[in-house]
């Protein structure tokens, strides 16, 4: 037994230095932007879609109250403000081929990370405040034609959703892409040093 736990830490401490050709790190750094692009462009058609659903659901059913239709027009609004801001920046990292301007690409996406951040830390609670004040005046006419426990079951979920996604799958999210995005920098810093040490 004793054998086996000093191969075990010799096989510990011994460290290899694993070596990455630019080009094969460029290949997976090619891959992981276009992984970013894609994810980038589907949350941008999944908001214009939920943007163009409301729209038809304001024009077509008929409400009774102001409520509901000032609800809608304030989720409209929030919806509409940030698509544009996803869209602002899906455009940063789309400007630019990377393989040619491995540098300029890597201060774009630095430029991303940061705006990435700042909607997620700060413009994430205008987002959410504008879509629950617009869902309590949604659901102000909406509530009253349903019973009191459909009522209370609506509320309580869309409470208890709006608290889970402000907390724990907000955060998560946050740091699945701050470490992909710090990946992918280190990467880029990587693959610019090669190339400056080439000219």
Known sequence: MQEFDHIQSLW?????????????????????????RTRSLFNIFGMALSFAAIVALLLFSPFNSWTTQTGLIIIIISVAISTLILYKDYRIIRQNDFTEHPSAFLSRLK????????????????????LSLGFIFY???????????????????????????????????????????????????RISEQFNERQ
């Not at 401490?13 to 070596?19: A, D, F, N, R, T």
């Not at 430029?111 to 504008?130: D, G, M, V």
């Not at 102000?140 to 459909?150: I, K, W």
């Not at 209370?152 to 999210?173: E, V």
């Open 12 to 36: 510990q401490s011994h460290s290899v230095e694993v070596k990455i050709s630019s080009d094969e790190m460029l290949s997976q750094a090619k891959k992981e932007v276009t992984s970013i």
């Open 111 to 130: 430029i991303y990370q940061l705006n990435k951040f700042t909607i997620y830390n700060k413009l994430y609670w205008f987002y959410a405040t504008a």
């Open 139 to 189: 659901f102000y006419e909406v509530l009253n034609n349903l019973s009191p426990a459909f009522q209370i079951g609506i509320i309580a979920f869309t409470i208890f959703w709006m608290a889970l996604c402000a907390t724990i799958l907000r955060r998560a999210y946050l740091k699945r892409e701050k470490e992909r995005l710090d990946l992918l920098i280190e990467k880029f810093e």
